[in-house]
């Protein structure tokens, strides 16, 4: 026989006692260890959304990665932003992107999405019929553009990207109803 110490049974009885835990115990604490985890994440996602870069210039930003295509100014709310040349989701989280079309100020239509996060284009839903606001293009070229209609869409649909003929449009797209559908904002150049 050996010399060795050995447990008791109330000893092993301690040590297996969690096993005697219910089952719903141990769902409540992962569950809140999870919801925990969710509101961290959602807390710190709030915090970069919050940081939106506003360029001094059309050519300036705090975000080198991507090419600046000019900037939109809407006054009626002290919003201006950058409009980046690219799709990538980083850049949409930042600020306004290109959707679609050819260049700024020039014929055809020319679609800026952006989320519809307060410091983006949160309060888009706020504009009216005969609002206007700014694009300015790469050369510093100012151009007004005055709201001719506001509509919300199926994100299905991609009529909304089609130019009307003869016509300089910029074309403003973000979420609305928890990103079931688009709000679109149709804007024409001011002569």
């Keep these: 026989m050996g010399t060795g110490r050995h447990a008791s049974y109330e000893e092993i009885d301690v040590e297996f006692s969690w096993n005697r835990v219910p089952k719903f115990v141990w769902l409540i604490v992962i569950l809140a260890i999870i919801v925990g985890i969710i509101i961290f994440v959602n807390f710190n996602k ?56 050819g260049n700024l100020n ?16 949160g309060k888009l839903k706020e504009l009216q019929t005969g609002d206007e606001f700014q694009i300015i293009d790469s050369q510093s070229q100012e151009s007004t553009y005055q709201i001719v209609d506001i509509t919300t869409v199926e994100p299905t649909n991609l ?33």
């Design 46 to 101: 709030k915090e970069e959304k919050e940081a939106v870069p506003v360029a001094t210039s059309s050519r300036e930003t705090k975000y080198e990665k991507y090419t600046i295509f000019g900037k939109i100014k809407l006054n009626n709310f002290a919003v201006e932003h950058s409009i980046f040349d690219t799709r990538e989701e980083e850049a949409l989280e930042k600020g306004v992107i290109k959707l679609y079309g």
């Design 106 to 121: 020039e014929e055809g239509n020319f679609c800026i999405a952006g989320h519809n996060y307060d410091k983006i284009f």
């Design 159 to 191: 009529d909304v990207l089609k130019p009307q003929e003869n016509s300089t449009q910029i074309t403003l797209i973000t979420c609305e109803n928890y990103s079931t559908q688009r709000l679109i904002v149709t804007a024409e150049l001011v002569v």
